[in-house]
């Protein structure tokens, strides 16, 4: 009896085991997977990433989003509209941190535009000086992690790729 119970808690304590590094493995599979298609957005230049961050406004429920022209745009890449409120937006696709221009950028556009609120979308992060600009300018600042967070919830590369792929 006492050697059934053994060869019983020795299989539980296998089984236990095989979950928990199959549980590890699928978990680094998923991050790995996120990671790529969180990394293709540093890939886009400069106005692909504005239609990209236009698609993100769409998904995340904006209305009327539009993509200004590339030059004398004001500081402005993209007008949209959620829930009544107008938006100015500038996007800022970077390899170091934004600084207070973009900040400063947006503010004239979000008068030019007539705009309730503006905000700075980056792949990046933001300038202590950009932060408290925006605070004193009350403009709105999307950095990486906010991105990355729309990116998972609407899954967005995901569907560009199976896009691509028709």
Known sequence: MAQSNITILAALIGLIAFMAV???LIDLYLRRRRDRRISQMDELEGHDFEFFCADLLRAQGFIDVEVTRGSGDFGVDILAEKDGVTYAVQCKRYSGPVGVEAVLRTYGGL???ERMVGAVMTNQYFTSPAVEAAKKL?????????MDAMIEENNLLANKDKRKAE
């Open 22 to 24: 199959l549980a590890i």
């Open 138 to 146: 009350r403009i709105l600042l999307w950095d990486r992690g906010y």
């Open 111 to 113: 008068a030019y535009y």
